[in-house]
């Protein structure tokens, strides 16, 4: 599962070298980017390859511990509105393109700006700066140092977010591993989330794998996280014949909103 092996190795990096990347991968990255505005209205994204002009309007508003990531360029996510699907879109379709970029040797890190000011938005990043809630920083990465331990975020582990027939009823381990799923379950918990919330938790019903959003205060962050679970979750069910998409429900329970279901 060559999905499966990139999730568990996928690691942001924070740190780029200055030089810019060659034309082809900026033109190969320009065509992604067109591809992916042409799927879905509601998505538009902008390359902006002056990263020196945005690392500098950012320095002290977004980043990292109050760290702005400095990268030779970066992509910017221009979402219309702030509703439910919309949010979602942001997440798959940033990682869509995330990995895209990724399979070019490059290396990327999501930062979020949608606490920067918006006339400091709006000046950075045009028109539509207002509407800038993430980027994406990528470009080649610096080298890992000796003896440096890498950091790693702990995940929960697969019986903690996959449930049968309802969510916090336990799942057989054997069930899974019978449908050809515990793999994907596995790797996509080593998907990132806002401060390491993981807010996905699956349910197995007859044919369907339903998805569930833990409620919280950082539902808007814990929306695209969802989005990109549900790219990641596709992808690998490509690996063992499944070609499905997710069909969204969006309703409203008590302690989770039910994403949709993915039919197995």
């Known amino acids: 599962m060559v999905m499966t092996s990139f999730l ?4 942001s990096v924070r740190e780029f070298k200055d030089d ?8 190969t990255i320009k065509s992604y980017i067109s591809k992916i505005n042409d ?42 509105n702030d509703d439910r699907e919309t949010l979602l879109d942001v997440g798959y379709y940033l990682e869509k393109l995330n990995t895209q970029i990724t399979n070019l040797n490059l290396a990327t890190c999501w930062i979020t700006v949608d606490e920067v000011d918006s006339k400091v938005r ?11 809630k993430y980027i994406v920083a990528f470009g080649y990465p610096v080298g890992k140092k000796p003896l440096v331990p890498e950091a790693f975020s702990s995940r929960l582990e ?63 962050h814990a929306l695209v996280d969802i989005g990109v679970v549900m790219f990641y979750f596709e992808e690998m069910a490509k690996s063992i ?3 499905g998409k997710w069909e969204l429900s969006l309703k409203d329970e008590e302690n989770y909103l039910e994403i949709g279901k993915f039919k197995m």
Do not use: C
């Open 8 to 11: 568990q190795k996928r690691r």
């Open 39 to 80: 799927e879905k209205e509601d998505v538009n994204y902008e390359i902006y390859e002056d990263g020196l002009k945005i690392y500098n309007g950012l320095i002290g508003k977004a980043g990292y511990g109050g760290v702005m990531i400095k990268a030779p360029h970066y992509v910017a996510f221009i979402a219309e």
């Open 122 to 132: 709006s000046e950075l990043f045009g028109e539509s700066g207002d509407k800038v």
């Open 158 to 220: 697969v019986q903690e977010i996959v449930f049968s027939k309802e969510v916090g009823q336990k799942v057989s381990i054997d069930e899974l591993y019978s449908r050809g799923l515990f793999n994907i379950f596995s790797s996509v918990r080593f998907a990132p989330s806002y401060k390491n919330l993981q807010p996905w938790r699956f349910v197995i019903r007859d044919e369907y794998v339903y998805l569930y959003m833990v409620k919280s205060e950082n539902d808007n």
């Open 20 to 27: 810019a990347i060659p034309s082809q991968f900026m033109t």
């Open 241 to 243: 014949g499944m070609y």
